[in-house]
């Protein structure tokens, strides 16, 4: 079992900064083999992608946070960081961790409960 637990959401004005957390953890979990990724979901609207960080350090955005948001990896923690500048009232919604690993012929997907992230003044 993957376990991801989300942490750092909070209100934040427009044009300010926030900084999620995401920390990873298991009894198979392998942290190198994961691909790690954020999402988030806005009132009535479907979960999307923000932005992704893979196993081999490739890290790919959504074209609304370009410029914007950065995703890192720690692999002595265990963790998936999401640094959040220039903050919009469209970025609010709930923001997911999100881990892919294959492993013993199985794809792991899981994800974290979610962190909250209201953008308003």
């Known amino acids: 079992q993957v376990l991801l637990r989300e942490s750092g959401g909070e209100l934040a004005q427009p044009g300010g900064s926030l900084s999620l957390s995401c920390l990873a953890a298991?009894?198979?979990?392998?942290?190198?083999?994961?691909?790690m990724g954020w999402y988030r979901q806005a009132p009535g609207k479907e979960r999307e992608l923000v932005a992704s960080?893979?196993?081999?350090?490739?890290?790919k955005y959504a074209d609304f946070v370009k410029g914007r948001f950065t995703i890192s990896r720690d692999k002595a923690k265990h963790a998936v960081y999401l640094q959040m500048n220039r903050l919009e009232p469209e970025d609010t919604g709930v923001y997911y961790c999100n881990s892919k690993m294959s492993r013993f012929g199985h794809l792991y997907d899981n994800w974290g409960q979610g962190t909250q992230v209201t953008v308003s003044s």
């Open positions: 960080a893979s196993s081999d350090g490739t890290t």
């Open positions: 298991g009894t198979i979990f392998i942290f190198d083999l994961a691909d």
